[in-house]
């Protein structure tokens, strides 16, 4: 693989705060304890990090109860007996969508093995942990992945699952319709033999958090990946600390979350997660789904949670009798990791980024340690069809990221008939020549009317660019071809106007280019870069 950085600055939609994160980190110190370079801190941080042994037993028990039931690798269950012996982790974590969510997912995973080899080689022994979030329960979003169709247009590959409103899609389970949905994924990729594991590892019974750790268990064998399946109730009774923590202080910490929100907004950041004067950090079950603990406005004392109103001393107890009816909200929920592990450091994408400056206050609060954030690894990947476009065209990402309307355009410039491109050419040529000879005159004549002739050249050449532009538009409409073409590279490298990894499902990649993938994948990601990459498969 060949790959080229191209930093963020150069990709729409970055905000200001990752930005800054990466590339002006004095600017966001006072939101984040470390800086993005890992290695720069890593041995410092980890002589910080306390964790209490009992808790680290208890926890060690629970991960090789989870990995055998999933079909752990021996260097997994090697990596939890190192942890339970007293190494760190490096975690990640992701929603547990269908056949493995999109790209981006692999690359969490790859990411913190990464960073957890850099760590141990450096004399810090660390292992890599990928959180499972079986608790969140947005199913419209896990049940469906995209691959690239035909022109690479992205085609839906949704499971028709059904369960009852904000239930955890944790407790959602296949039936025979996933067989359907592999066939489908079949037909598209082929029967390889990454498909052939989607239908050793996604069958009937299983849920999407069983069948996705499966999976990951499969992918990620060789670098002893270890998963955490967040709706464990023993995991939840070890972390009931934190709930209760997260009640009896829910004033205290609600307060400095408006007071950080004010401070990111006072420095033209956005905030990531909306906070209320009745907000808190937790949910709880009720009938099987999920719903949010507010504060009740005219009483902190209250609690209330759907039709539910409680005391504070009522809700400690249903948190100290049924820890596993209560979840972390996205602000909590890498506290509790955090509780749970001995978290070396996080890594995630732009939108994590984003909420560990809130979540930083709520870590002060109920931990006393923020736990340091790393970026994880991005990138668009280019098939040898997309890269000789490319080439040929000479057309840069940038030119991508303007979407396909314009890359059409571009694309038809370049198509006009040699004799048209050379009038055109010939025209800028003489209307240099003839307005610098106009130029050299008049400084001769009237040194104040040489402003006026820049003036005029900046006009003829407009004039002649913007009818270059329409010949352009002329000669799309007319070439179907570099219409197809633009289509094309447009929705396999920046589809929907969205980074490539966000969109296109991780599957598709495995499914064309097998374990190698991941391997070469593996050896494109450096610590001490921060840029996105392009990478030539």
Known sequence: MKSECLPFTQIPHTTDLFRDFLYSHEKVQRFYPRSPYFQAWAKDEAARL???????????????????????????????????NGA????????????????????????????ARK???SGVECVPIFWLATEDHDLDEVKQVSIPGPDALLEKLVVPVTSKTDAPVGTVA???????????????????????LLRETYQPGQTFGSAFARFFANLFAEW?????????????????????????????????????????????????????????????LQEGAREPISRDPRDANTFVA?????????????????????????????????????????TGGSAEVAYFAQAAVVYEKLLGRTTPIVPRFSA???????????????????????GPESLREQLAAQALSRELQSA???????????????????????????????????????????????????????????????????????????????????????????????????????SDCLDHQLISL
């Open 380 to 402: 668009t990947l280019l098939e040898p069809k997309l890269h000789n476009l490319l080439d040929r065209y000479k057309l840069t990402m940038s030119q991508i990221f303007e």
């Open 224 to 284: 002893g990946v270890i998963l955490l399946n967040a709706s464990d109730p023993e995991l939840h009774q070890v972390a009931a600390p934190v709930y209760a923590g997260a009640v009896e202080r829910a004033a205290e910490v609600n307060e400095s979350l408006l007071e950080r929100g004010k401070e990111l907004e006072a420095e033209g950041y956005h905030q990531q997660v909306k906070v209320t004067p009745s907000s808190t950090l937790l949910f709880t």
């Open 119 to 121: 760590a141990t080689e």
């Open 306 to 346: 759907g039709d539910q109103k409680l005391q504070q001393n009522d809700l400690l107890e249903q948190i100290h009798s049924r820890p596993q009816d209560f979840s972390p909200n996205v602000l909590l929920r890498p506290v509790v990791e955090d509780y749970l592990l001995p978290t070396l450091a996080y």
């Open 50 to 84: 306390q964790y209490d042994p009992g808790r680290r037993e208890r926890v060690a028990g629970v991960l090789k109860r989870q990995n055998q039931s999933c079909g752990a690798s021996a260097k997994t269950l090697e990596n939890i007996e190192r942890l339970r």
């Open 88 to 115: 760190n982790a490096v975690v990640t974590g992701q929603q547990v969508g269908l056949f493995g969510g999109p790209a981006f997912s692999i690359y969490k995973a790859l990411t913190a093995v990464k960073l």
């Open 424 to 526: 055109f050419d010939n025209a800028e040529t003489s209307i240099k020549n003839a307005v610098e000879a106009i130029r050299s005159a008049l400084e001769q004549l009237d040194k104040t009317l040489v402003d006026a002739t820049e003036n005029a050249e900046g006009k003829i050449r407009y004039q002649l660019e913007s009818l270059r532009a329409k010949a352009a538009r002329a000669e799309s409409r007319h070439t179907e071809v570099v219409g197809r073409k633009a289509q094309l590279l447009s929705n396999a490298l920046y589809p929907n106007k969205t980074l490539q990894e966000r969109e296109i499902a991780g599957v598709y990649f495995l499914s064309r280019y097998g374990h190698e993938f991941l391997r070469n994948i593996y050896d494109c990601i450096h």
């Open 174 to 196: 296949f039936g025979l319709e996933i067989q359907q949905v592999i066939d489908e994924a079949a037909t598209r990729l082929g029967d390889t033999e990454i498909v052939k």
